[in-house]
């Protein structure tokens, strides 16, 4: 089973960019769709962006569509969000997610049976 641990989290100002990795450990990176999503304080946790285990199918909500860019690199164990154009509501603490089903619902939380603990992500005004 593969384990999750986020980095890149920080304090940025709107309009700045900011890169997020989602490392895996295990042998079995490859064979799990995955996800990024978010939650801010008293909020539920909200969709960012899924991929496939191939990257081929990708999948943005519009909060962040044209925004935001996540990739993934199975000979590295890696998945990336790449973050431009950061806003105030971007604020929260993403967190990656990974499920082994093929055909569920990627925009859903409960699809996915394993998480990293997630890193905070602050964009002041």
């Known amino acids: 089973q593969v384990q999750l641990v986020e980095s890149g989290g920080s304090m940025v100002q709107a309009g700045d960019s900011l890169r997020l990795s989602c490392a895996g450990s295990?042998?079995?990176?490859?064979?799990?769709?995955m996800a990024w999503f978010r939650q801010s304080q008293g909020k539920e946790r909200e969709f960012v962006a899924s991929?496939?285990?191939?990257?081929?199918?990708?999948v943005y909500p519009d909060s962040v569509k044209g925004r935001f860019t996540i990739s993934r690199d199975n000979a590295k164990k890696i998945m990336y969000l790449q973050m431009n154009s950061l806003k105030p509501e971007d604020t929260a603490v993403y967190s990656c997610?990974?499920?082994?089903?093929?055909?569920?619902?990627?925009?859903?939380?409960?699809?996915?049976?394993?998480w990293g603990p997630g890193t905070q992500v602050t964009v002041s005004s």
């Open positions: 991929i496939s285990r191939s990257g081929s199918t990708i």
């Open positions: 295990g042998r079995t990176f490859s064979t799990y769709a």
């Open positions: 997610a990974a499920k082994i089903l093929l055909y569920t619902n990627s925009r859903d939380p409960g699809n996915y049976e394993i």
